[in-house]
T-cell receptor, first 115, second 111 residues
């Protein structure tokens, strides 16, 4: 039973399209994240939600909009896709409240290719 | 701004040849330093967290250590299955739960 699951695993689309990536965690964690990993393997945080509330919003184009319907789900919607959006997007989760550790558990990633 | 630099970028070892990976960091008050392993096509997998200088943690052939400026991941008598990219990340005090990652060390262990 996968702890952090993302769909789809691969996403190939044309420039200008709108797409969504879904993420679900069954670990009972209260905080979820979206990261972007570029072609050089650099992993950079984009957003973080704690109990459906946005708490980290790095410098990300407003074409990217995260949505958290409940604390087990965090989706990422991307409008007007550009070539530079091509990357691997990772979802992660951690238990923050009542936990000294902030161990983040990652999904398998969604490889987005914009043509 | 928090910074993490990992070296070397790539490392090739023979099976049984021990070595160390380096993670140098600059952070405004360290809350925790994390080591992850990432296999091709997969997400990072948690290995260790270190919280204060002098702390050490071990898991099988891996041992992580921490000083005030850097962390080392020592690999003793590696096996081919240890081949992966090893990522280091820091969490700063007052930075929320944000992890700042380095670009990783790609390790290949050959027979």
């Amino acid at each position: 039973d996968t702890a952090v699951s993302q769909t789809p695993k691969y996403l190939v689309t044309q420039m200008g399209n709108d797409k969504s990536i879904k993420c679900e965690q069954n670990l009972g964690h209260d905080t979820m994240y979206w990261y972007k990993q570029d072609s050089k393997k650099f992993l950079k945080i984009m957003f973080s939600y704690n109990n459906k509330e946005l708490i980290i919003n790095e410098t990300v184009p407003n074409r990217f909009s995260p949505k958290s319907p409940d604390k087990a789900h965090l989706n990422l919607h991307i409008n007007s896709l550009e070539l530079g959006d091509s990357a691997v997007y990772f979802c992660a989760s951690s238990q923050v409240q009542d936990s000294y550790q902030n161990i983040q558990y990652f999904g398998a990633g969604t490889r987005l290719s914009v043509l | 701004e928090d910074q993490v630099t990992q070296s070397p970028e790539a490392l090739r070892l023979q099976e049984g040849e021990s070595s160390s990976l380096n993670c140098s960091y600059t952070v405004s008050g360290l809350r925790g330093l994390f080591w992850y392993r990432q296999d091709p096509g997969k997400g990072p997998e948690f290995l260790f967290t270190l919280y204060s200088a002098g702390e050490e943690k071990e898991k099988e052939r891996l041992k992580a250590t921490l000083t005030k400026k850097e962390s080392f991941l020592h690999i003793t008598a590696p096996k081919p299955e240890d081949s992966a990219t090893y990522l280091c990340a820091v969490q700063a005090r007052g930075g929320g739960n944000k992890l700042t990652f380095g670009t990783g060390t790609q390790l290949k262990v050959e027979l």
